[in-house]
Nanobody
Framework: QVQLVESGGGLVQAGGSLRLSCAASGRTFSRYTVGWFRQAPGKEREFVAAVSWFGSTRDYADSVKGRFTVSRDNAKNMVYLQMNSLRPEDTALYYC????????????????WGQGTQVTVSS
């Protein structure tokens, strides 16, 4: 079992930055792939970024490549999403999720989800 709690969301102007954090419980956290997803009102939940068990492999949606960076600190049971050059279209509820499978972008492969943290980017 893994429990996840996101934090760090807020209101920021376009071009600004935010750092989201995902705090995890569970002794075997290092064995899980962790992904970040987002969902805007009226839209489906979409993949943003993911990091492998030990942080050696990362994947990003094309829309955030070069602007967002995902990282993890297994000693602290933490995963981070550094978001730079934010755009109004990045506005969404951001979720972290854990999967016992290898790196992936599908919502269905992630077994555990946090409650989400709201990111709002004003123009």
């Amino acid at each position: 079992q893994v429990q996840l709690v996101e934090s760090g969301g807020g209101l920021v102007q376009a071009g600004g930055s935010l750092r989201l954090s995902c705090a995890a419980s569970g002794r075997t956290f290092s064995r899980y792939t962790v992904g970040w997803f987002r969902q805007a009102p009226g839209k489906e939940r979409e993949f943003v970024a993911a990091v492998s068990w030990f942080g050696s492999t990362r994947d990003y949606a094309d829309s955030v490549k070069g602007r967002f960076t995902v990282s993890r600190d297994n000693a602290k049971n933490m995963v981070y999403l550094q978001m730079n050059s934010l755009r109004p279209e990045d506005t969404a509820l951001y979720y972290c999720a854990a999967s016992s499978r290898h790196l992936g972008t599908d919502v269905e492969q992630y077994n555990y989800w946090g409650q989400g943290t709201q990111v709002t980017v004003s123009s």
